[in-house]
C-alpha cells in the first residue's frame, strides 16, 4: 500500500488547511488510517485517526479543531484542520494499519505564523 500525503502549507493563526491522503488501493481494505505529526526537535506524536465504521479518535490538541473523515469514492483520508495555532506547526504524516501491516505517507510540511 502507497499512501501520498498532500495539502500542507504556510498558514497565519487562526486559519485552516485541508491535508488528503490518497491511498493505492480501496480505503475499506485499510481498517485504520490517521494522521500523526512530528514537529522540529520532538517525537512524533499521535493526531487523529478513523477506524472501520467510522469511528474517530483525536488528540487532546486538536478535538474541536480538526476533523478527519473517509472518502471511499477516491480512496483518500482528509484531516480538515481549523483554527490553527503554531503548535500544530509540524511535518504530518498519514498512516495505515492493516492487521500487523503498518503503511506511512511522505509527510506533509505544516506551518502557522503567529
Known amino acids: 500500500v502507497q499512501l501520498q500525503a498532500s495539502g500542507g502549507g504556510l498558514v497565519q493563526a487562526g486559519g485552516s488547511l485541508r491535508l488528503s491522503c490518497a491511498a493505492s488501493r480501496s480505503i475499506f481494505t485499510i481498517p485504520i488510517m490517521g494522521w500523526y505529526r512530528q514537529a522540529p526537535g520532538k517525537q512524533r506524536e499521535f493526531v487523529a485517526l478513523?477506524?472501520?465504521?467510522?469511528?474517530?479518535t483525536y488528540a487532546d490538541s486538536v478535538k474541536g479543531r480538526f476533523t478527519i473523515s473517509r472518502d471511499g469514492a477516491t480512496n483518500t483520508i482528509i484531516l480538515q484542520m481549523n483554527n490553527l495555532n503554531p503548535e500544530d506547526t509540524a511535518v504530518y504524516y498519514c498512516k495505515g494499519m492493516r492487521g500487523s501491516f503498518e503503511y506511512w505517507g511522505q509527510g506533509t510540511q505544516v506551518t502557522v505564523s503567529s
Open positions: 478513523t477506524a472501520t465504521g467510522d469511528s474517530t
